[in-house]
């Protein structure tokens, strides 16, 4: 095209049967299969979600029966669950715990704060670990 939206006379024009064709031969192809594949995701996805609809159906009917047959045994299984008694550890030494708060503390001077605060912050806990270390008896854990 020449300037002024005038065509050019030296070029020859493009049939419109011609621009079609490379429409048909490339493009259409792209959107025929982005047009299946779209249409085979929502079908698997309804399909899903209505068997999940189906199976929860179920699942609540088959409950709903089972509570109308028997409503002793609804009772009974909700005592039978019990919590498993709780393991007694041994307590830990003085010694183990005063190397537990020396690599606290050994971590603790590696950290970077990143202002005034968190600096503070840290600087108190450190002092709280160096308590603990230098003190003659430790608090139990």
Avoid: C, H
């Avoid at 490339?26 to 959107?31: E, S, V």
């Avoid at 498993?84 to 183990?96: A, G, L, M």
Wanted: proline content about 11%; charged content about 30%.
């Amino acid at each position: 095209m020449a300037a002024g939206g005038k065509p050019d006379p030296a070029a020859p024009p493009q049939a419109p049967s011609a621009a079609r064709g490379v429409f048909m031969r490339r493009i259409f192809p792209f959107l025929l299969a982005t047009n299946v594949f779209i249409g085979v995701y929502v079908f698997a996805k309804t399909y899903k979600r209505d068997q999940d609809k189906k199976n929860a159906a179920a699942a609540a009917a088959a409950a709903a029966a089972e509570a109308l047959s028997s409503p002793t045994s609804a009772t009974a299984k909700a005592e039978d669950p019990v919590p498993p008694p709780k393991r007694v550890r041994p307590p830990i030494s003085e010694d183990e715990q005063r190397q537990l708060y020396k690599w606290m503390l050994e971590e603790k001077r590696k950290i970077k704060p990143r202002n005034a605060a968190e600096k503070s912050k840290i600087n108190e806990e450190k002092a709280l670990l160096k308590q603990f270390i230098q003190a003659e008896s430790l608090p139990r854990l």
